[in-house]
Structure formats: C-alpha cells, structure tokens
C-alpha cells in the first residue's frame, strides 16, 4: 500500500486519472486508503450517464458516493 496524494482535479480526466491512482495504489486492501479521505457535502449517485454527458459534478458524486460507501464497508451500513 502506498500513499496518494491529489492536486488539482478540475476536470474528468484528472478525476479519472485519480480514480487509477487509487486503484494502483493497492490491489490488495483498498479499505485503509479509503479511511484517510474525507469527504465533504456531495449527492449519493452510484450511476454515471454516458461518458460524452456525464458532468465533473457528476464524476464528483459517483467518487464521493464510492469513498463513502468503502468507508462504511458497504453501500447499505451506518457509520
């Protein structure tokens, strides 16, 4: 497991190129990585639209809603 840090993430691709980053970061437990971020005010979205309409507010939402969900050990748990 290594660490990851972000810069600016202004546009898709730098949410996507993040999205690999933590990916690549470990194969083997992703569940420690999650529980270092913290997530501020965002709208649950577990579903992208197509590529060519999704907006960066909806990559940020499909993100946040991902890190969430792992830090809770499930989409459906209580904090």
């Known amino acids: ?6 810069g600016d993430l202004s546009t898709l691709e730098q949410h996507a190129q993040a999205l690999r980053d933590i990916e690549g970061a470990s194969r083997e437990d992703a569940l420690p990585i999650v529980d270092g971020f913290t997530i501020g005010t965002f709208t649950t979205l577990r579903a992208l639209p197509s590529t060519g309409t999704a907006t960066l507010a ?18 459906n748990r209580v904090e």
């Not at 497991?1 to 972000?6: I, K, N, P, Q, S």
């Open 1 to 6: 497991m290594r660490e990851v840090t972000f």
């Open 58 to 75: 909806d990559v940020v939402n499909v993100l946040s809603t991902l890190i969430d969900d792992l830090q809770k050990r499930g989409p």
